[in-house]
């Protein structure tokens, strides 16, 4: 289902619980399949001191997005640590 009407960018980020992680930055897509790679997410200040400025989830993460807000699964804050082996889940490289 594609909306030319609604963009997900500047869109508020939140845990299922209800944790504040940011705001939709960006979004990396696959044009070849036209699916979504990950989102950016522009972390909120607590987050960027601990992992960094930007937060990247993969779609398996999203529960639901509504022109409101991107709900995430609850695991996303724990599996974020910096020494997380989780493919999915990586805070943005530091330069």
Not at 5 to 26: D, E, I, M
Not at 73 to 95: G, Q, Y
Request: proline letters at 8%.
């Amino acid at each position: 289902m594609t909306n030319p009407s609604f963009s997900c960018l500047k869109l508020p980020v939140h845990t299922v619980s209800g944790q504040h992680l940011g705001r939709v930055c960006g979004v990396e897509v696959d044009a070849s399949a036209k699916q979504v790679i990950h989102y950016e997410v522009a972390a909120a200040v607590p987050l960027a001191q601990l992992w960094g400025k930007k937060l990247l989830i993969s779609p398996e993460q999203v529960v639901s997005i509504s022109q409101q807000a991107m709900v995430v699964v609850d695991t996303f804050s724990r599996e974020m640590a910096p020494t997380s082996t989780h493919p999915n889940l990586a805070p943005e490289p530091s330069a």
